[in-house]
């Protein structure tokens, strides 16, 4: 339960041995990488330009993503939304061979997909061309138009409920013949031939009555229609062949993915490196690193570089130091990081409370959403998924952790009685006709709303009197102790003066007016003038309505629980109404999964952020100190494989 | 029917106004809703014309507003309920024990149709957080699920009454 102590990390190196050093700070993954400079480097250093090498990998990675995705269609056995990611021994596959080999498979997916999109474009203009020139193949002209000395055809489409003949009629005498070569269901092919005087007319008026021209092309030199025809579909056989050729062999490449992908994660964590590396000053023989490395890896590291003879050294940070904060806590407690990292990490060198959070999360948790059936589920779901994805630390974390508040849900819907609702109590009253069994061990908290109210603020209470002892240790422990017994101490002795009072009066009002005192007497204690000093210590008294303001904001306990309860039992109630019949048991069955499902995921969902919320406004406010920087080392980067 | 008094005591039957209380609740509610996620859909597929694969992500945030409509659902559920329309014989009601119930229904009829609107604002704004950084939505998810902490309140008010009624 602490912010796991830092050092700064400075080494000079030569800039020719700089690569391999980053080489190893990647394997032990204990090092943040900081820039060398702020904004221009040092005098007598340059910056080291990195930006061929990063857009080079940056295009690499690109290629091999796209040639994986082409790949992925091809597949033998789709990957299961489960299947966890492979482990893989990132130092004996990184190898010179093995890369070129992938890269090769790499270039020639690409290459095969940028044909295989050229083709199916070509093969689909080739179908409509031939689809044009069908209704065409009998006729030995050329398309659409042609000539003799004294004619001139066209040939077109038109509805096929038009009589081209009529038309011409109509539209008076041209020496023109419009002639229907078939008819379609829409269309009919109508040949136009004409004296070459009469030809613009005739022409019009067939267009007037719907006539285009058809979009087929042939001419006497390809054996008009029919010989087209034959030459596209050549040219279609050939490509489909091609085609085909394309598809066996994205087949056969598809069985090497897996080097692929492993390649993919070897470029990555070459970027990861790349990026460190840009962070360099350097002069023309010499490197300057600087990162920060966890105390506790310091000797392994330090043990390692004493191998490159290199001048390095370990500081300890200053305060304008920006430190990337780690927070390190035990195997419990550390499933609950994710919950801080959300709000905010807290500043280096202050306090991680997430060890005493993980408690009052996991019971708060509980008690918004007490029930046995639903905790089952989400534990069974989010413990099924660590076991069958393998996910990496930070969801794994995260799943845990519902886990575990799934467990206390179980515990809770045991004490106040909550199984998908109230289930049995339904069943047993409406199909059985039997006295509904008593579901809660402790109480049921739809009849006893005001006990479970006092026992939400309890928590409350308890919750916040923690968060003033957390404040209380943090000033006591930077020497402020005058501010940790006055500010704090006095609130702690009030609040459990007001606490005593339950059990004994005496005792309780003593502690109440103790603190009363003590907090009139100190809190104006900043202002110079005694007439100020009175003022602010009185004034001081009116927190109280801030803490009684922190603490009904425990009720949202009662009303999340409730809430979830009363949904569930409508659903039951609704469930339950067309009796013990076949149709009646089939209906509660599908009002039961929905409705259960439904009020699952909206009660869910708010459990989880009002249980976040207690922590970050009630419990937080009172002590922490958020804006720390995430440690982030260097380290192998990887997408689809966990490399060892 | 004699006198336009008597059409009034019809009207207002016990029954009656128990059943307006539950059509407030449902409906005013339910506007609340509809209206909610309306907003937070109207954004959500102006983003997932860019993106579609955030689906997911904009989903979650268009539901959160949707629960102020099941809160008045329950509500007007357990009013019809306890008044015996749902099977069993219909509980006779006094005028003072319909209002009653009508007087029940109004935190959650009138908190849900306003906190329904204004989460869906919240949500709204949530999805350019999604589309701009989707790793942080869940903190777009928060702070939407945060106004609905007094639609839960009103639920709780409007519960305890019709859950104590003594029939």
Not at chain 1, 281 to 309: Q, R
Not at chain 1, 607 to 636: C, M, W
Not at chain 2, 21 to 41: P, Y
């Amino acid at each position: 339960m602490a912010v796991t102590k830092m050092k700064r990390f400075r080494v000079l190196t030569l800039r020719d041995d700089s690569d391999s050093l980053f080489r190893l700070m990647q394997d032990l993954g204990c090092v943040d990488i900081e820039k060398e400079y702020a904004e221009s480097p040092p005098d007598g250093a340059e910056a080291l330009d990195m930006t061929s090498e990063d857009s080079e990998v940056k295009t690499r990675i690109a290629e091999t993503g796209s040639a994986l995705d082409f790949l992925a269609g091809y597949a033998a056995s789709s990957k299961g939304l489960f299947s966890p990611p492979r482990e893989v021994d990132r130092h004996s596959a990184d190898n010179g061979r093995y890369r070129d080999e992938a890269y090769g498979y790499v270039k020639r997916a690409v290459e095969i997909k940028n044909e295989k999109t050229r083709l199916t474009s070509e093969t689909q203009s080739l179908r409509n061309e031939l689809a044009a020139l069908k209704p065409w193949v009998n006729l030995d002209v050329p398309l659409p138009e042609s000539s003799t000395v004294t004619t001139r055809s066209v040939a077109g489409l038109m509805a096929a409920k038009t009589d081209p003949e009529t038309v011409l009629q109509s539209s008076g005498t041209f020496a023109a013949v419009a002639e229907t070569l078939s008819v379609g269901k829409t269309h009919r092919y109508v040949l136009l031939t004409a004296h070459r005087d009469d030809y613009d007319e005739a022409l019009s008026a067939l267009t007037r009555a719907g006539f285009a021209p058809t979009p087929a092309k042939a001419d006497e030199k390809s054996g008009f229609a029919k010989g087209r025809t034959a030459i596209l579909l050549q040219k279609l056989r050939a490509d489909e062949e091609k085609l085909r050729e394309i598809d066996r062999e994205a087949k056969a490449l598809s069985e090497q993915a897996d080097k692929i992908e492993v390649y993919h994660d070897l470029l990555t964590t070459d970027e990861a490196r790349i990026n460190a590396t840009s962070k360099m000053a350097v002069t023309s023989k010499v490197g300057m690193i600087t990162g920060w490395v966890p105390e506790a890896a310091v000797p392994s590291l330090s043990e390692k570089l004493d191998g490159y003879g290199d001048a390095y050294e370990f500081t300890d940070p200053t305060e304008e130091d920006d430190v990337p904060v780690l927070l390190k806590n035990n195997k419990f407690a550390k499933n609950f990081e994710p919950v801080v990292e959300l709000y905010s990490l807290p500043k280096y060198g202050t306090f991680d409370p997430t060890f005493i959070m993980s408690f009052f999360y996991i019971v708060i948790f509980g008690m918004m959403l007490a029930d046995v059936g639903y905790g089952l589920l989400i534990s069974i779901g989010c413990f099924l998924g660590i076991g069958l994805m393998k996910p990496k630390k930070s969801m794994k974390n995260m799943l845990t952790m519902f886990g575990l508040c799934g467990i206390s849900c179980i515990v809770m819907g045991v004490l106040f009685g909550g199984y998908f609702g109230d289930v049995p109590a339904v069943l047993a009253e409406k199909w059985f006709r039997v006295k509904p069994p008593r579901l809660a061990l402790w109480f049921d908290p739809l009849t006893n709303f005001t006990t479970f109210l006092i026992l939400s603020l309890a928590i409350g209470a308890l919750h916040l009197v923690c968060g003033l002892c957390i404040k209380f240790y943090v000033l006591w422990k930077r020497g402020k102790k005058f501010d940790a017994v006055f500010d704090v101490g006095s609130w702690i002795i009030l609040f459990l003066g007001a606490a005593v009072f339950l059990l004994s009066r005496t005792a309780g009002l003593v502690m109440v007016i103790a603190g009363l005192v003590m907090l009139v007497a100190t809190q104006g204690r900043h202002n110079k003038n005694i007439f100020m000093k009175i003022v602010g210590g009185v004034g001081s008294l009116y927190s109280i309505i801030g803490y009684l303001s922190d603490l009904l904001s425990y009720s949202r306990i009662l009303a999340l629980g409730l809430a979830s309860m009363v949904i569930a039992s409508v659903f039951n109630i609704l469930g339950t109404l067309p009796g013990p019949s076949v149709i009646g048991v089939i209906f509660f069955i599908v009002i039961f999964l929905i409705g259960h499902l439904l009020n699952m995921a909206i009660n869910m969902l708010g459990t989880f952020v009002h249980t976040s919320r207690l922590q970050y406004i009630e419990f937080f406010g009172k002590f922490y100190e958020d804006g720390g920087r995430p440690f982030e080392p260097l380290t192998a980067e990887s997408k689809y494989v966990n490399f060892k | 029917m004699k006198t336009f008094g008597d059409l009034l005591n019809m009207i207002f039957s016990g029954q009656n106004l128990a059943l307006l209380g539950a059509a407030l609740a449902a409906a005013l509610a339910g506007i609340g809703s509809a209206k909610g996620v309306g907003i937070v859909g109207e954004a959500s597929s102006a983003m997932l014309q860019e993106d579609p694969t955030k689906f997911g992500k904009a989903l979650l945030l268009q539901a959160l507003p949707g629960t102020q409509g099941i809160y008045g659902l329950v509500t007007a559920f357990l009013i019809i309920n306890k008044i015996g329309l749902l099977g069993g014989a219909p509980v006779q009601l006094s005028t003072a024990q319909g209002a009653f119930f009508l007087m029940a229904s109004l935190p959650i009829a009138i908190v849900g149709l306003v906190s329904g609107i204004a989460q869906g604002r919240v949500a709204a704004t949530g999805i350019s957080l999604v589309s701009k950084r989707p790793a942080e939505s869940i903190k777009a998810v928060t702070s939407a699920a945060l106004v609905e902490t007094y639609a839960i309140f009103a639920l709780l008010i409007s519960l305890l009454p019709i859950l104590m009624f003594k029939v």
